[in-house]
């Protein structure tokens, strides 16, 4: 034999002996940090029962020893975020097993305990495309600025009942801080008090609504919340106090990251078509107060942690906050919820092209793009506003550019950029020619928007 293929052999033996050893120590590693961690359950030394038994798991996430005493030792932790995602993405795994049972018991018993310590509440309708938005509440108080561009002199008491709106949300609650300043650039909240759309009626029929809130955010930053206040009626009426308040009193729900509607009509957020020319409930014939639902969900939307807040995530103190699945459900979940929402919505307010536009997010979630194109086609019909039009040009264009039809896409981009050069619809834009040119499929990651 030479002496090169001695060294070869030689070499081969070592590589296949390497080989063997580790898949012994893959095959044994787990089994000992198994036993490891079922010995210090036994001991409730927990936090390090935790970290053998998260080894022995992410070698072995199916087996259902692992996985069983692995969620024991996090049942037994302080439930962090981190403790509490781990749970509920076990939860709603597909093994039907002890494991799973374990952590959807814990994930009830917290939900349970959230009910009892908040109180009943419409916390499902809260989030914005399946996220939740809202202010980091070491941020309050929020600076709220008021902005005539009417160019009509406006009776006293539409600032006056602005203020008084505010006062009601902050006095209801135990952490809710506003301060008003004159600089809307500066604003976390702006109030722009603009006049009316003139095509809002047809022949004797008008439909309109007295304001509503836009977020702005980029990514996961939260920018601002703008409360448009139209300054009067399509028959030239100032609005009157009660409406100017009770609208406000609505909106302020919304600019805090309350952006669906409760079913409830005893609740403020509660959506309704009481009058033939209007859809909220707070055109109503008294002022209105904040129900013990309205404030039980907003305490709640400021105990999960955001998707997107003024604050960057990454700096988020997230210590005693709730991982928000564990409240909301997965996003299929919460898209059906959505679904429901925006069709109620449609029944009580069938002519108001914001419920399709709704809708068509909703199926657009359920990947039901079809039904998601005529809602949003029959919106776009209903529009009656720039900022309605946009919305519903826009999201056709993201419906059209994820189903591949580019040309198309990009022809009811521009038509949203006509009405407003924004950000996001520069970012499709580019998405989508950039596409065309690449000769690839586009991002489809591109959410719709429905405010």
Known sequence: MTEKNHNHRLITVSICTFAILFGLVFKLLPVFFFHQGKNYIKNKDYVKAYHSLKTAYNFDSRNKDYRYYYVLALTNLNPTVKVQKSIFEIS???EDDSARQLAEMEISKWQDNILVNIGDNYIEQAPLDNRVIRWDEKSFPLKVAITDKSNIE???YYRTEILRAFAQWQASSDFLTF???????EADIVIEITPLPSNVCEGKVCRYVVGYTTPKFKGSTLKKMTITLYDKDPYGNYFSDKELYNTILHEIGHALGIMGHSYSSEDLMYMTTETGSSFYAPYRSSFQYLSSQDINTIRLLYKLIPDITNTPIKNLDTKGLIYAPIVLGNSREMSSR??????NYIKNAPDISGGYIDLGVAY???????????????ALELSKSDNEKYMAYYNIAVLYMNNGKLDKALTYAKEAQSIYDSEEVKELITNINHAKSSKKKPFKDKKLQND
Request: hydrophobic letters at 30%; zero cysteines; charged letters at 45%.
């Open 92 to 94: 709603e795994s597909r």
């Open 154 to 156: 406006l009776p006293p």
């Open 179 to 185: 301060e008003e300043i004159t600089g809307e650039k």
């Open 338 to 343: 959505k679904l429901e929402e925006a069709k």
């Open 364 to 378: 657009a979630e359920l990947n039901k793009t079809n039904e998601a194109l005529k809602a949003m086609n029959k």
